[in-house]
């Protein structure tokens, strides 16, 4: 069976169908909710919720482009939902001098993708979610102030410090590292 002809199957209602794709795209999607929610317990429920309005939902999606992209595009607005209902989505309204450290080195040479995720983790989660929304899932700053329901400019400022306090972790990583 075909991607489209699982997607037909649960277009019919049919369980098989439904569990294939939940057993497809679930562990990618968590690891997008945990980007997101730091919560394991929180982000697992993020995920289910994404996809019961995935498998309510499928006859909306088009065709037209990749239906993991489609799963993805639910599960990070039923994140920032969840990022909103919660008021953990605070977020600064202006952009402070910036003065950020240059590194030696490569550092992500030596990360492995679980440490760079922790490090994301510790940003505060207005920072958080417009890193990984621009810089992980690609949207634009004009796309991310309509979903936040923030200005661009504030997108944009979110970003640049997040950008910062990630080089300053990077910075005392790098410090840290026997010579």
């Known amino acids: 069976?075909?991607?489209?002809?699982?997607?037909?199957?649960?277009?019919?209602?049919?369980?098989?169908?439904?569990?294939?794709?939940?057993?497809?795209?679930?562990?990618?999607?968590l690891g997008v909710c945990r980007r997101y929610v730091l919560s394991k317990e929180?982000?697992?429920?993020?995920?289910?919720?994404?996809?019961?309005?995935?498998?309510?939902k499928i006859d909306q999606f088009s065709g037209q482009g990749s239906f993991e992209?489609?799963?993805r595009r639910i599960i990070v607005n039923e994140a920032l939902m969840?990022?909103?209902?919660k008021n953990h989505l605070a977020l600064a309204s202006s952009l402070e001098?910036?003065?950020?450290?240059?590194?030696?080195?490569?550092?992500?040479?030596?990360?492995?993708?679980?440490d760079i995720l922790k490090l994301l983790e510790t940003l505060p989660a207005g920072y958080r979610t417009v890193f990984n929304l621009y810089v992980i899932e690609g949207y634009k700053h004009r796309e991310i102030a309509e979903l936040l329901g923030i200005s661009i400019n504030t997108s944009k400022s979110q970003l640049i410090l997040a950008k910062q306090k990630m080089q300053l972790l990077l910075q005392k990583i790098d410090d840290e590292k026997p010579a």
Request: hydrophobic share 45%.
């Open 1 to 29: 069976m075909t991607e489209q002809d699982i997607i037909n199957a649960c277009k019919k209602g049919e369980r098989t169908a439904q569990k294939w794709i939940y057993d497809r795209y679930a562990a990618a999607m």
């Open 42 to 56: 929180d982000a697992e429920d993020v995920l289910l919720e994404g996809f019961f309005k995935v498998l309510t």
């Open 97 to 114: 001098s910036i003065d950020i450290p240059t590194l030696q080195g490569n550092p992500v040479e030596v990360l492995k993708a679980a």
């Open 69 to 71: 992209g489609w799963i």
């Open 82 to 85: 969840f990022l909103r209902k």
